[in-house]
Every structure is written in C-alpha cells, then in structure tokens.
C-alpha cells in the first residue's frame, strides 16, 4: 500500500475508532480484565489497540473458534471463547477495537490505581478524590459503584442526585477540588470498588478516574466471659473437693486414734483391776491366817 493510502487508511480508521466509542470501561490495576467478544467455531477476526491515527497493532486473532496471542503473551489469558488480561498494568489503557465476524464498538480501557480502605460498620468513612476545577464550567461529578452511577453532582445542586441520605460530598467542591465522598453509618453492602470523574458540560468524561477499594468489616460484639470447657470444669471440681478428702481421712485417723486409745485405756484398767483384786485376796488370806498360828505357838 502507498505511503498516502496507508495514511489516509489509519486517519480513517482512527476516525472511526474514536466516533464509535461507546462505554469506557474501567479496571483496577492489578485485576484481571476481560474482553466483551467471543470467539465461536467457525468465527475469524481479530482484537487491535489503537496507539494512535497511524499506529494500530494486532493484539490477538481469531480463527475458527481458536485465539492466538500476539501481544502481552505474559499476561493474556485465554478462557474458552474469551480473552482478556490476568492482570492488568498501568499501560494497558487504551483503547481497543474489537472485529470478530463483524466490527463491534471499541472499548476504551482505563486502568485506575485504587487506593484500599477498610472500614468497620456503622462508622463513617470518606472516599478520596480531587480534581483541578479551575478555570472550568459546567462540570458534573461522578461517583460510581459496580459501574452504576452512585453519585451524580454538578455546580447547581445542593446534594447527591439519586442516592441514600448517608452520602455526601462538600458544598464547595468546585471551589477547592475536593469531590471526596463520605459514606456514613456504614453497612456491609458498601463493600466495593468506587470509581470518581468529572464530565465537561457536554457529559464526555474529563481527566483521569480515581478509585477506592472499600472493605467493611464486621462490628465485633463486646467481649463476655466464656463458661470454661467440661474438662476445666472437671479438673476444678477435683481441686475443690481434694481438701474435703483430705480433712475426712484426717477425722477418721483421729477417730480411730481416740477409739485405741480408749481401747487401750480400758484394757490397762481391766488388767489393773485385776491384778488389785489378786493382792486383795492375797493380803486377806494371810491376815486371816497369822492369828491361828499364833495360838498354836502358846
């Protein structure tokens, strides 16, 4: 092709590209990505990134159901009859046009850095986001959520079209730049990627996104004493009964101690008296027997 026909050929094509934008698509860095197009059996065509009026290079092509990989073989996946990033970087946005069977509208990438905030619930929060205002008329914040419009704010109006009474932006957004938006008495739902932009007076996005990737964590409960487990239990019981075994061995030694004692005791009277009562009897039958002698001597 002529040097000028290939000039011609890229202008128009850059032309068409950027007139038949539809959607920009936004990603988080270091997501994954996937094209919206399909490679079926018996399909043909191709996924390009346009660099610029004259610079258009292939991504991937299809053919009969099957993609192969030109570009960014480290980090393109291929899932079936679908293709897209792993992991996205920085770089990759752009813009992409999609000619599978037929042309589709391209898809205009943009990868956001997004700051990560985690949040417990019922707190409030505030999302961050600025943007140089000055010197610019007519422009419309936008705050988005799942790719939903979250929060749509302009110069004339007071609060956040279309959204909760817990969201709210700064009434002097416009004059400082601050579109930051805060999120009250938070709820596990809030959970989420939050993407911020502005739109000129004629809706066409303006600048570079911001984005925040919110956490909320669930409300610890206060803390309360947990009833010890069987086995403590029964080892506590075993320690406060050990003293009882202790004193009830204690009074049954003392017990039996005493009743041999008073065995004893008896036993030593028993033999005592005994013994007396033998004396006794041994006195008296020689008391008795001295007289008698006597009188046989005279």
């Known amino acids: 092709m002529p040097p000028l026909l290939r000039e011609v050929f890229f202008t128009l094509t850059f032309i068409h590209v950027f007139l038949h934008v539809a959607d920009c698509v936004k990603v988080i860095l270091g997501d994954r990505f996937i094209f919206p197009v399909n490679c079926e059996p018996g399909e ?3 996924l390009q990134r346009v660099f ?10 299809c053919h009969s159901g099957k993609w192969t990989v030109k570009m960014y073989k480290d980090r393109m996946m291929i899932n079936s009859s679908k293709i897209g990033f792993n992991r996205t970087v920085y770089n990759d946005g752009g813009v992409y046009e999609l000619n ?10 943009e990868v956001v850095a997004a700051l990560n905030v985690s949040v417990v619930e019922d707190e409030s929060v505030i999302l961050p986001c600025h943007v140089k205002t000055t010197g610019k008329a007519g422009l419309t914040v936008v705050w988005e959520k799942n790719e939903r419009p979250l929060c749509v704010k302009n110069s004339r109006s007071d609060g956040c079209s279309g959204t909760p009474d817990r969201l709210s932006m700064s009434t002097d957004w ?3 730049g601050d579109l930051s938006l805060t999120v009250a008495r938070l709820q596990p739902g809030d959970r989420g ?5 502005v739109q000129d007076e004629h809706g066409n996005p303006s600048g570079n996104p911001a984005a925040v990737r919110l956490a909320v964590s669930e409300k610890r409960a206060h803390q309360t004493t ?3 487990t069987p086995v403590n239990q029964t080892q506590s019981c075993s320690e406060q009964t050990e003293p009882w075994k202790i004193a009830t061995l204690v009074v049954v030694f003392l017990l039996v101690v005493v009743a041999l004692v008073v065995i004893l005791c008896f036993w030593s009277h028993f033999k005592s008296g005994c013994a007396f009562r033998k004396c006794y009897k041994l006195v008296g039958s020689q008391h008795t027997s001295q007289p008698n002698e006597a009188t046989t001597t005279v």
């Open 44 to 46: 043909s065509g191709t």
């Open 52 to 61: 610029g009026h004259n610079h258009i290079s292939e991504v991937a092509t």
């Open 100 to 109: 599978i069977s037929k042309p589709k509208d391209p898809v205009q990438l």
């Open 174 to 176: 416009f004059t400082h």
């Open 193 to 197: 990627d939050y993407f911020c932009y």
């Open 226 to 228: 947990t009833p010890a």
